[in-house]
């Protein structure tokens, strides 16, 4: 049987909206908008469920219609929600989409850390999958320091101010692997400046398996080994929301039972089922949107 992975952090509502012409202060532009399930942890949850594996979700959802209709999504996908109710209401996001695919993000988060975790949480796992967002809550560190399970780290966009409190909390996770996107791991180290650089000093700076992504490949960092992949070319985007965490969880689930650190071949096979979902799922409108690789 597979290891059973818990992910913590955000299951959200997403409310994406794409503008039919550019956006006008004080101005009423059309829109096509829409309001799908959301949210880092739960996308990354949705799509390792979707690929076989066992996935438990601990997270915050309000007692309102948006947490109702996220728990029975992600029941209906196979996901076992520790449900975390803080009191507040369902995190939500705001989508703001370009004619491109990139979008810009308001968002509204709910702590999942304002109480301590109950042993339930993690229960009989394996793998314990972090949302970067989730680390930016005061308690975190002290929440998952002492768990002595495989650990993932997602990155998460950061402000100025944010970095240092990320990447502390992160160090003190220990985490086995790290998983940024280009702009989150220049964030953490300006100095670099190209891919492999910055997976070797984001490998260097947590002692982890380092990965750092970019729409057209990935460079891994496994102590002095670096190894790059190229993403096939494909149609142009058309939401890229929650592309980046189809790739962390097809890399998860290609890693999933192996010794650690993996060899060279397992984890560019890994890295290259990450970039096959990641552009499948930017093919698609909403961060859970079902791909044909994940038809049953």
């Known amino acids: 049987m597979r290891s059973l992975v818990v992910v913590i952090g955000d299951a959200a509502l997403d409310v994406r909206a794409a503008p039919a012409e550019p956006i006008r202060p004080g101005g009423d532009v059309p829109a096509t908008i829409g309001m799908y399930p959301g949210g880092q942890a739960a996308n990354v949850a949705v799509r390792l469920a979707r690929q076989g594996v066992r996935v438990r979700l601990v997270t915050a959802l309000g007692d309102d219609a948006a947490g109702r209709a996220l728990a029975d999504g992600l029941a209906a996908d196979g996901v076992q929600v520790h449900r975390v109710n803080s009191g ?15 979008r810009t993000m308001l968002s509204q988060r709910t702590p999942i850390f304002d109480r301590p975790l109950d042993a339930a949480a993690l229960e009989g796992a394996g793998w314990l999958v972090v949302s970067g967002y989730a680390l930016l809550e005061s308690a975190a560190a002290v929440a998952l320091t002492a768990v002595a399970l495989r650990r993932a780290v997602l990155g998460c966009s950061l402000g100025a101010r944010d970095v240092e409190r990320w990447t502390l909390r992160t160090a003190s996770l220990r985490p086995h692997l790290v998983v940024l996107n280009a702009d989150e791991a220049r964030a953490i180290e300006p100095s670099a400046s190209d891919l492999p650089g910055l997976a070797r000093a984001i490998g260097a700076r947590f002692e982890s398996v380092a990965i750092v992504t ?24 058309v939401d890229t929301t929650g592309a980046g965490d189809a790739f962390a969880a097809a890399l998860i689930a290609s890693l999933l039972d192996t010794e650690w650190p993996p060899d060279r071949d397992r984890l560019r096979r890994a890295m290259l089922a990450g970039h096959a979902l990641a552009t499948a799922v930017a093919g698609v409108i909403g961060a859970q949107g079902r791909v044909k690789e994940e038809e049953p």
């Open 214 to 237: 970019r729409a057209t490949g990935a460079s891994a960092a496994v102590g002095d080994e670096v190894i790059e992949t190229s993403a096939a070319s494909a149609a142009p985007a």
């Open 88 to 102: 507040g209401p369902t995190s939500a996001v705001v989508v703001v989409s370009d004619a491109g695919g990139e």
